[in-house]
């Protein structure tokens, strides 16, 4: 049987949420983040090296990162369900959205994150205005007009599909989950996105999304 190693509020809740659209039977392994650093803890490197999450296992077989898990997923128990056909518009809008999720979106929501925690942060006063200078002035110039570039082109896109991929739900949906509610959340006063705060909310009212939270447990996201 599948093993989820589940970090509390991580990219792993939508695995727990792939699962449960596929039907597939899975135990989870709770694992919690250090309340000073939010980082895993070292028990995850006795699963996979880099002690990262998600990660799953699959009796000998060790799976990690989102959208290798999504695939290996697809590919092993998703029959035709998660994975539009190859040659079709869809599959190529499948795998285009597979990687925008991790390899676009997310290092800037992430660059965003940390700079706001630098902003935040105590430090020398000598050095507090160079670094906050420093800092918005990067957020200013590339981090902000990035953020503000992408969800304009999601939001596009949502404007005439239900899903990522056309009509169907697809492993897409599941990997384009965790940037996009993580952001509705912190954003929940910025209406220039309606598309984006309805499609959020249409996954998060699946009932296989459901069963996932109950799974995973309290998830800040949702």
Known sequence: MIV?????????????????????????????RDLKTNLAPNTLKKVHPLGKSP?????SITVAESGAIIEYLAQTYGGDDFTPDIGTEAHRQYIYWL????????????????FEKILKSTMPFFVKPIARGIVKKVMKGYVGPNITGNLDFIESHLKNNQWFTGEELSGADIQM?????????????????????????RFQARSAYQKALKSGGHYDYA
Request: net charge negative; hydrophobic share 40%.
């Open 4 to 32: 989820v190693h589940h970090l509390n509020n991580s990219r792993s809740q939508r695995v727990l949420w792939a699962l449960e659209e596929l039907g597939v039977p899975y135990d989870v392994k709770r694992y919690e």
């Open 55 to 59: 990660v799953i296992t699959d009796g």
């Open 99 to 114: 990687h925008f999720a991790e390899g676009t979106l997310m290092p800037q929501l992430l660059l965003k994150i940390i």
């Open 177 to 201: 989950s965790f940037p996009l509610e993580a952001w509705v959340a912190k954003s929940s006063n910025d209406n220039n996105y309606p598309e984006i705060t309805a499609y959020v909310k």
